[in-house]
């Protein structure tokens, strides 16, 4: 977990939830967007699941360990990785989405207010290149959240850029 970076906002501020849905990592990035519209971590991690673990027990493991964050911090919205498929790999993106089923349920159940945004729109949002590295994205996030060294694993580091990208995004009017 990358902890908490930030010191405690006004009550005014805003949580955000960002998700970087997966099978064996998924990553978490909890933000508040303060009323000036600054963005603060206040926490990040990362599931993990085994690949050894049967995909529907996985996918429990998933709901359970997103409820707890869910409960822990109440966020107004979530915004998730939107699912993207490669031609050499199409089972990949179809077993993904097992796991952004299990997001956007909770999300639903919650009736948060959801957002979904592709790799590329965080990666330009953040980098300014689509097609950034995931070292890329580590090392932006790191600037742009003072972090004294890139969060890690990358699906953390893909977690708060997302995160920022989708409070970012929202009106200030829009959270509730």
Known sequence: MVGRTA??????????????PGLQRTGYA?????ARGAVCIVDAGVFRLSARTPLVHRLGELAAD??????????SHMVVESVFSRPKHPATSILMAHARGVVLLA?????????????TAVKKALTGNGHATK???QSA???????AKPPRPADVADA???AIC??????QRGLR
Request: aromatic share 2%; with cysteine.
């Open 7 to 20: 010191p405690r906002v006004a009550a005014k501020a805003r949580r955000v939830l960002g998700i970087d």
């Open 30 to 34: 909890c933000v508040e967007l303060t």
């Open 66 to 75: 997103l409820e707890a964050v869910l409960s822990e911090y109440r966020p």
């Open 107 to 119: 999300a639903g159940q919650r009736s948060l207010g959801l957002t979904e945004l592709s790799p």
């Open 135 to 137: 070292r890329q994205v």
């Open 141 to 147: 996030v790191m600037a742009r959240c003072g972090l």
């Open 160 to 162: 708060i850029a997302i």
């Open 166 to 171: 989708g409070a970012e995004r929202l009106p």
